[in-house]
């Protein structure tokens, strides 16, 4: 499976915020489109739109304990990871995988050539494997744990302990 694959089927809105912006102002604007980062982008008129870097929640959250709530006021170029890892539409899904696990992100701005055609998140790539793996068809309120498999524990489970 290839990352455009992902974006078809999401589409490609993008989540972005200025790099001049405050950081409450990207925090309001993660709550808006229900994303746990943006992109940052650099506008320019000789450079158009340029991707600069990517803002998260854990940014914030992290910046929140170190240095108070000073920062809400603060520009996002403050707190922003610079020069984020990027994928293109070509990359398979296990390679943003890769990168995401290697580097501890959730998010990977979505770029070919120089031009952002979409982010890809890790809830993403979840949906997706969940719309691949077959339905359980389970009676309502059953948990989906094979009798064999729980006859086969050793120790006493309890429900509701």
Not at 28 to 37: D, Y
Not at 141 to 155: K, M, T, V, Y
Request: charged share 25%; net charge negative; aromatic share 2%.
């Amino acid at each position: 499976m290839k990352v455009e694959d992902i974006l078809r089927k999401k589409g490609t809105r993008i989540g972005m915020v200025r790099i001049n912006e405050t950081v409450a102002t990207a925090l309001r604007l993660m709550k808006a489109e229900n994303t746990g980062a943006l992109v940052v982008k650099d506008v320019c008129r000789t450079e158009g739109n340029t991707v600069v870097g990517v803002i998260s929640e854990r940014d914030v959250v992290r910046a929140l304990v170190d240095r108070g709530p000073g920062i809400l006021d603060q520009a996002v170029s403050g707190l922003m990871t610079r020069d984020p890892y990027c994928c293109s539409p070509s990359d398979s899904v296990r390679h943003v995988l890769s990168l995401m696990d290697e580097h501890g992100i959730r998010h990977v701005p979505v770029l070919e050539g120089t031009t952002l055609v979409g982010v890809v998140s890790v809830r993403d790539l979840i949906r997706r494997q969940l719309e691949e793996l077959p339905a359980d068809n389970l009676p309502a309120g059953e948990l989906p744990i094979a009798a064999s498999a729980a006859e086969s524990w050793d120790f006493p489970v309890v429900a509701n302990q």
